[in-house]
């Protein structure tokens, strides 16, 4: 049995997008039970889903279309991962989760990715960048276990 | 009643207007619920409105005889769950409605496994439409637990180390 107080010494922060990468995220609830937890997301849509969780701070949205944002975001990421320290990011993507994956990373925190299950033919962008970073790096498709290494494929999420 | 969705971040006037344009033909009588984002265009053929509630939404969801969406992870998951007939036009780089076509590829995925019909594009949506109608998914088991697990293991052998 894990020891408790071991446990709330493990922050842990939770990234995910809002949508698809949001509700993978929530379905693995079950894992960060009795850890210390936060989380990142990208529109206020989905604060009320994330209430219980520790804090919630939303980044906005950003993709490679809208280099101003993507710093926008990436400073606001930054601020966080200072503010708060996690020792470990829990990421479904996109690229808010692969900023806070690296930012943490240099930090000393370790990184846990779910590549979202909609990456069917290769990883994510975000995925293939974090892969190099990752300490658990787990796919929703066998055959992409297969093809790449350090990846893992123990199950579907959704 | 068939609820179409668009999701919550963008909206998707290629879907609706295809939609549209096959509830405005002959001979069609079900009636349509739509969320369609902050969008311009108006359909002749039925009400819309831009977002919902998530209680709204889920009710919509629950007492839809089908459902039709963009080919989101979020909307496909709930269908799966509910067991919903659906069907998805994914939305596509070469329109800029994303950044890249991972909703084409899961939309051709699922298809290949039946869990919902696909229209490639607004001239498919249609027929697809008519087809909804009688169509039964395939029933999908996840195994979320499975994954917590493990991810529960690697958080436990550090919190011990």
């Excluded at chain 1, 990208?42 to 279309?65: S, W």
């Excluded at chain 1, 692969?98 to 925190?109: D, E, H, P, Q």
């Excluded at chain 1, 066998?142 to 990846?151: G, M, N, T």
Aim: proline share 4%; net charge positive.
């Amino acid at each position: 049995m894990p020891d408790t107080a071991k446990q709330k010494q493990l922050k842990i922060c939770l990234a995910a997008s809002a949508g698809g990468h949001i509700s993978q995220l929530l379905k693995l609830a079950s894992c960060w039970n009795g850890y210390e937890t936060f989380c990142v997301t990208t529109t206020e849509v989905v604060r009320n889903r994330l209430n219980k969780l520790g804090e919630v701070y939303v980044v906005g949205e950003c993709n490679r279309q809208h280099p101003i944002r993507v710093i926008a975001v990436f400073i606001r990421c930054l601020r966080i991962v200072f503010k708060e320290r996690p020792c470990v990011v829990i990421s479904t993507g996109a690229a808010a989760g692969c900023m806070l994956c690296f930012l943490s990373k240099m930090i000393g925190a370790k990184v846990v990715w779910i590549d979202s299950i909609t990456n069917v033919e290769r990883i994510s962008l975000s995925g293939r960048m974090v892969r190099y970073i990752a300490d658990l790096f787990l796919v929703q498709w066998p055959e992409l276990a297969d093809r790449y290494k350090k990846v893992e494929f123990v199950g579907t999420v959704v | 009643m068939i609820f179409l969705t668009v999701g919550t971040q963008f909206p998707f006037d290629r879907l609706v207007k295809a939609v549209d344009k096959a509830a405005g033909t002959n001979g069609f009588d079900e009636h349509i619920v739509a969320q369609v984002g902050e969008s311009s265009y108006c359909p002749k053929n039925f009400e819309v409105s831009p977002s919902v509630e998530k209680a709204v939404f889920d009710r919509y969801f629950s007492d839809a005889e089908s459902v039709i969406s963009h080919a989101g992870m979020g909307t496909i998951t709930m269908a799966l769950e509910q067991r919903k007939p659906l069907l998805v036009m994914p939305r596509l780089k070469k329109y800029g409605e994303v950044v890249n076509d991972h909703q084409l590829a899961i939309a051709k995925k699922f298809e290949q496994l039946g869990y919902l019909l696909v229209a490639y594009n607004t001239e498919d949506v249609q027929v697809k439409m008519k087809q909804l109608k009688s169509f039964v998914p395939q029933q999908r088991k996840p195994c979320p637990d499975i994954v917590a697990a493990r991810i529960a293991t690697f958080l436990n052998e550090l919190s011990q180390s």
